[in-house]
């Protein structure tokens, strides 16, 4: 589902934060609650996530555009930043719950943020929390994203598969065209042996085996992350 109409309509300038959070509140109520019905009447799981997905990104790019209307001083120019999705909300596969994996990122390797977005971000972030979304957040630059990758494998997971959601593009493409140059490629064997040590702990935090009463469908043997596991084997 795709949503044509912006949030607040064009031309038409909020009175304050309160009352643009009012307005999210309520278009969020609504949304959500027609995605639940559709649930209901159909079961279709996979379709309800591509659906809730979509309802989010409208979201995050309606708000990018109206929350520099409420804040003061109003930002002069747009943020660099480019909104980057991973994990399962780059996927496409969000449920009701599901946090939401969004990097703030602008181009190049330093964070050498303006003053209106070293405000932007907190306030963008804060928002979101306020509309009782969970976010996993980073704000950060493609060179700090690089290198946080390289010391953490999960991280470095989490950007296999990446997603531009809005605000400008440039750091997004900077982040895709050095990632597998930077992270993967001549660490495929580390790399690896990452995700088949942490294939082996999970399992043994599940027992070892799928043939368990309650089966966690997420993190037991031969659930969705043990299929997750195989496309970041597959891709590298």
């Not at 943020?113 to 979304?133: C, H, I, R, V, W």
């Amino acid at each position: 589902m795709r949503y044509p109409k912006p949030i607040i309509p064009d031309g038409e300038v909020p009175e304050d934060r309160v009352t643009l959070l009012g307005r999210y509140k309520a278009f969020l109520k609504v949304e959500e609650g027609r995605i639940q019905l559709r649930h209901r009447q159909t079961q279709e799981g996979l379709r309800i996530c591509q659906e809730r997905t979509d309802l989010i990104d409208h979201v995050l790019q309606c708000l990018w555009r109206d929350l520099p209307k409420v804040m003061k001083p109003t930002p002069k120019a747009e943020p660099r930043f480019s909104m980057i999705a991973t994990g399962g909300y780059a996927r496409g596969i969000m449920n009701r719950f599901s946090d939401i994996d969004l990097s703030l990122v602008i181009p190049g390797n330093k964070l050498n943020l303006t003053d209106a977005e070293a405000k932007f971000s907190p306030e963008f972030n804060l928002f979101l929390e306020d509309l009782g979304f969970k976010v996993s957040r980073a704000t950060d630059c493609v060179g700090g994203r690089i290198a946080q990758a390289n010391k953490d494998n999960l991280t470095k997971t989490a950007l296999v598969v990446m997603r531009f959601v809005g605000g400008n593009r440039l750091a997004f493409e900077e982040l895709t065209a050095r990632y597998s140059k930077e992270c993967i490629e001549g660490q495929q064997v580390k790399f690896l042996q990452a995700q088949i040590e942490a294939l082996r702990e999970r399992h043994k935090n599940q027992e070892n085996t799928p043939f368990v009463q309650q089966p966690n469908v997420k993190e037991g043997c031969g659930g969705l992350r043990d299929y997750q596991s195989l496309t970041w084997v597959c891709f590298a």
